[in-house]
Structures are given as structure tokens and as C-alpha cells.
């Protein structure tokens, strides 16, 4: 039983319980409790849940919301202090904008005007006015409520504000550890205001899209696991036990495959992952991810799904987005891009100009033609030569070979041109080239990865370009047994204007075949894997899936 009892002398509102009532059946039910609550033993058979009532401070507007249609209605407004202008206007802002309060002038609200000139910048403060149009010729086309301002009536100090160690405004600059040692100043300005929001709206539409019109389940893995084979480094986190770990989870594959087998068939989540990389422009030690799995698909069931996810979520102030996304092989991404994961806003393709070079007599030329697979390209820049302004000659030593630098680097022409063709794009834009355009999302597919790579260390072994659990591309499975190194994987990436934004692939859902990979191939002790191995002896479906925000 619930019951309502009043304390007037502390303005409280008391909702008892007995422990055997339903609120603590609730509380038994569950390991982790969604609202603080505070349990005071009355006696040893019962217990009190207290819930305290209170009245906030709330706005009935928010400050980027006004607009002409709002004149003449009083209005209140929480936020902070943006500016204060020549003893005559406030700069209120909140999340959704900034607004214009005019201060009083009269000689009977000289108390109203002497608190708001001495106010100080971020303070907090709740106002109370009126809305009027600004007077003609007075309006501010640069602001979204540039046509009104408000005449205050009433102020009240929420609280004040010391001196900042940086200003909260854009053209203010501030380096990046200052921001991260500030987050909480730095969350304020408008353009993380706008990033986070934007990502909840995202999100909100994804799980729209997934739960309720493709019947996908949000299933929540476990954080703590155990160290597993390939991948990236883990961290390890200490058990009570001596000698005795458990690693954070790089992301949910295994689990999410164990769901596959359990009959879970579309299954979900906002993932927390971990890996111990060290930090890097795109990558962190801890990321969140929208993760996928499906039951009984294929690669172009899996792209056709988060085509139309991306597609349903994609804000409108974006513009349209075509679909489906285009698509290309990574051979053909290494051969005109020199990168897996090319930015197809502007050309400057890299072109073979092999025949340029027939019958040459330049020594690290004529080696390069010899060796397997050997190649001479260029960056192809349209109308390059009228922008040109030096030229860098190398010179030749007498026995033909080159004597500069990037000598050593020639053995990785692709890679090489591909970040060199970035530069470029760089260069022209510091001088004014237009080459690409920020307001354009070119959306795109890399597809048929090699399965394998030479590791780093030792050439002569292999290991899992992606992970070791993707599936081989059907007409290279034979390969496995004869030729891994030629295998092409079910994995597909997906890229956004130069960045890799998501990664899949197709499962092995074979348990012989996963073996095979793992002891043979990989040389890796497949015991660690065995709850794996074993699942997919038990009825495993052929399943893939993918995760965005890797």
C-alpha cells in the first residue's frame, strides 16, 4: 500500500511504504535503480520513501523562440548573461539562442537598472517583460530574434558568475586542452549546443526507425568480459581475486552473434566500446556506437538497412541525401584515391602514366616496373601547371637511383599520393581554390577488403584485416586452404567525405570454418574462444551486421 502524508512544517510531501508493498517489490526487482531514492528504517519490518516536491525556477519561453508573433505578451526567461551593451541592453542566451533585453530607463526602475549594470558576464538570471518590436531600422538581421526585444519588468540573480578563463563565444579561440580542462564551459557555447542536441534528435530517429518500424531489439551486452583474440588493445580491469582480470569489451561482436544463435534476430544497441589505442583525431579510448546484428541477410541486405536509417534520421537543415549510396571495391579506392577511405567531393585522381616512363634508364624507376605489382603514378591536378609557382627537383645519383628523402617512402606509391592528394586539396583552399565544399556529404561504400594482411612484425604471417570473424567472399572460399593472402572478406565500410563513420561485414556462422581461421590461418589458441566455437556448432544462422560511430 502507498500512502500520502504533509509535513507543513518543512513543505514536504511523504509517500510511505511498508517493505512489503509494491514499491518494494520494485526496488528487489531491480539491480540498478533508475531514481535516487532515500530508504529511512523506521523499524526493522518497514521503511519510508521520501520524494520531495519543489518549484523551479521556469521560463515559460526560451530566448531563441521569440518572434513578432510573440509582441505584446509578457514573457518569462531563465539564461545567461551573453553581453551587456552601453548601460542599455542584455544579451540573454540560453540553449535554444540569444535575445535582446532592454534595460529600464526610468528614473522610478533605477533599482532594475542598477542590478542589471551589475551584473557580470555568465551570470545566471531569470527575467520577467514584455515583448515589443524593435524600433525601425534597429533591427539585427544576423540574429533569429532580431526583430523584437524585451522590455524587462523584473530581475531576478540565479546565481553569478567569476571571471572565466575564456570567453563563451565562437570567435573567441582557445585551445583545445583549455576546453577539455573547461568541458562544462565549453558545452555552453552554441555550436556544442547544437552538436548535442542534434545527436539526441538522431538517435531518437534511429531507434524510431529500428524498434518500431524494422522490429529490431535494443538488447544492453555486458561491460566486463574477457580478453579475446585479435583487434585492438584492451583495458584490463582488476578482480578481487589476485591474478584474476577481466577486459572491457572493444565492442559487442561476440555477444551480438551469441544473440544471432539465441534467436534474436534483430538485434540493437548504443554501445559503449574501449580501446587502449591511445587517443587520435578519429579515435578514443572510449566511443559509443550504433551496433547491429541481423538474422538471415546478405551485404546488400545489410547496406540497404543503413542506407534507410541514415536516410530516415538525416536532419532537414542538411539538405537532401540521395540513395542508394554509391559504391567501390578497395581496389579501385587504393588505385585512384591511394586510401581505403577516399573523399569523392573533388578529383585529383591518381593516374598511371607508366607509359610515360617506357624504356627508361632512371634506375628506382626501372625497379619499380620490375618488382610485382610495380607502379609510377601522379596526382592528376586540373589546370595545376598555371597555379605553379616552383618546382622541387630531385637529383639523380650516378648509378640511377634518387637522392631525396621520400626515396624510402616509394615503396608505398598509393599511400604516399593519397595523403599527398589531401595536401594538395589543402593547399589550393588556403589560396583561395574552392575543392571541397563542407555544406556536401558524399556518402560511400568500399567493398571486397582483402581477408588477410602481412602482419607489420613478421610479413610472413597473417592476420585479420577487419576481425576474424568475417565470413570469406563465396568465390574465394576454396582460397582458404591454397592461397589466404588472395582472399577478399564479406566487409564493407562506410564513409563519409574522407572519414570511416562505419564498418561491418558478414559473419562465419560455419564452426569448422571459424576453427580453421583461427588455429590454421591466424594462429591464434582458438581455446579462448570456445563459447564462440561452441554457439556456432548449436544451430548458428548466417547473420552480418555493422556499427556506425566506430
Known sequence: MLFQSSHASCGLTVY????????????????YLILQVEWQPVHRAASQLRVVEFKAKEPNHTCGE?????????????????????????????????????IPQDESK???????????????????????????????????????????????????????PFEI??????????????????????????????????????REFLCNLHGFVDVETPTLFKRTPGGAKEFVVPTGDPGKFYSLPQSPQQ?????????????????????????????????????????????????????????????????????????????????DYGVDKPDTRFGMKLV???????????????????????????????EGTVRTESVSVAPVRADGSLK??????????????????????????????????????????????????????????LESAHHPFTAPVPEDAHLLYTQPHKVRGQHYDLVLNGCEIGGGSIRIHNASQQLYILDTILKEDPSLLSHLLEALDSGAPPHGGIALGE
Not at 593547399?427 to 568500399?446: I, K, N, T
Request: proline residues 5%; charged residues 25%.
Open 110 to 164: 533605477s533599482e532594475l537598472k542598477n542590478a542589471f549594470l551589475g551584473l557580470t558576464v555568465e551570470s545566471v538570471i531569470m527575467v520577467k517583460g514584455r515583448v515589443r518590436r524593435r524600433p525601425e531600422g534597429q533591427e539585427n538581421k544576423k540574429m533569429s530574434t532580431g526583430e523584437i526585444e524585451v522590455c524587462a519588468e523584473s530581475m531576478e540573480v540565479l546565481n553569478t558568475c567569476r571571471k572565466l
Open 169 to 206: 563565444k565562437e570567435f573567441v579561440k582557445k585551445s583545445e586542452v583549455l576546453r577539455m580542462q573547461y568541458r562544462y564551459l565549453d558545452l555552453r557555447s552554441p555550436r556544442m549546443q547544437y552538436n548535442l542536441r542534434l545527436r539526441s534528435q538522431m538517435v531518437m530517429k534511429m
Open 16 to 31: 510511505e511504504t511498508s517493505r512489503g508493498g509494491c514499491v518494494g517489490r520494485l526496488q528487489a526487482s531491480f539491480r
Open 352 to 382: 598511371d602514366v607508366i607509359t610515360a616512363f617506357q624504356g627508361t634508364q632512371i634506375e628506382f624507376i626501372k625497379d619499380a616496373l620490375l618488382k610485382p605489382g610495380g607502379c609510377i603514378q601522379a596526382i592528376c591536378v586540373p
Open 404 to 461: 631525396s628523402p621520400l626515396s624510402r617512402l616509394l615503396s608505398d606509391t598509393r599511400p604516399l599520393l593519397g595523403k599527398l592528394r589531401l595536401q594538395c586539396a589543402e593547399l589550393l583552399e588556403c589560396y583561395g581554390v574552392p575543392v571541397r565544399d563542407p555544406s556536401v556529404f558524399h556518402f560511400l561504400w568500399v567493398v571486397d577488403f582483402p581477408l588477410f594482411l602481412p602482419k607489420e612484425d613478421d610479413p610472413e604471417m
Open 66 to 102: 521569440l518572434c513578432w508573433s510573440h509582441v505584446d505578451e509578457e514573457v518569462t526567461l531563465c539564461g545567461w548573461v551573453q553581453y551587456l551593451r552601453q548601460d542599455l541592453f542584455v544579451i540573454l542566451r540560453d540553449f535554444s539562442g540569444l535575445v535582446q533585453i532592454l
Open 255 to 335: 555477444f551480438k552473434q551469441l544473440l544471432m544463435v539465441a534467436g534474436i534476430d534483430r538485434y540493437f544497441q548504443l554501445a559503449r566500446c574501449y580501446r587502449d589505442e591511445g587517443s587520435k583525431p578519429d579515435r578514443q579510448p572510449e566511443f559509443t556506437q550504433v551496433d547491429i546484428e541481423i538474422s538471415f541477410v546478405d551485404q546488400a541486405g545489410v547496406m540497404s538497412l543503413i542506407e534507410g536509417l541514415i536516410h530516415y534520421s538525416w536532419p532537414e537543415d542538411k539538405g537532401q541525401m540521395n540513395v542508394p549510396f554509391p559504391s567501390m571495391t578497395y581496389e579501385e579506392a587504393m588505385r
